[in-house]
């Protein structure tokens, strides 16, 4: 035995409520024995039109399901054929029941199918070849984005467009040309200049000449002055005058007291 419970059991719907689009050709619900599995059992699905008209929106002719003694579980009927048209309309909807149970079974509850229409309730009237959109359907309440497909450009319209009450468009749908985005432009580095280097000023030269040293005695009032005071004396901002050396000392000291001598005799 599949199940422990005494009886015939229940057929009801496993969904109490559905919904399908209107392209999907043909909808099979699913219906289950539960509570019970003694004897064999079956059922029809009925429709009850709500806002979904019979053989406009769905047709549903002789759906039967059948389990045999102690067989529980799901079985999926033949199906409702679901009718798609090109009117574009909001969703609607109509009632799928269990009727003539066979066996002793009980039925459960009915199942609501929504139909979801596949046509826009917003029309756009984009350019497919040039525009596409994340969405297929435009309802009411939804909003869509568009996006110029490869080798165009945006030439007007908005990115995002909701669909209000009424119908109407929150804006204007984008609209694409032929043509290639340009590319992002870098902006190109400033030139690094580089720091001149340091000038350095070539040193002062010599104003002039070293004057020579005089070497001239002064006669009658003294000692002649060897140098004329020349030593240690900076010319023209040059370099600074050099004093004789030790020998040339020497020799014009020499020279003053053979002079100081001759002089003495005369």
Known sequence: MHNVVAGPGTLQFVLTQVTVSEGIGV????????????????????????????????????????????????????????????????????????????????????QRVYIDDNEDDCVDNINVTTTSRNSTIFNIGDTVAYSCKSGYVRQSGDQTVSCGSGKSLSGTPLKCTAGTAPAPTTAAPAPTTAAPAPTTAAPAQGGGATTAASGQNAQGGGATTAANGLAGLNLGGGAAYKEPALTTILLLLCLNIFWFRLIQKD
Do not use: H
Request: proline share 1%.
């Open 27 to 110: 909808y099979k619900a699913q219906i289950e024995r539960v509570n019970g599995a003694d004897g064999a059992v079956s059922c029809n699905i009925g429709t009850s039109s709500q806002t979904a008209t019979y053989k406009v929106d769905y047709l549903s002719d002789g759906v039967y399901s059948y389990w045999a003694d102690q067989e529980t579980g799901i079985k999926n009927t033949s199906g409702i054929t679901i009718y798609d048209d090109s009117n574009t309309e909001s969703k609607e909807y109509f009632d799928a029941l269990i009727s003539g149970v066979t066996g002793g079974a009980s039925k459960g509850p009915n």
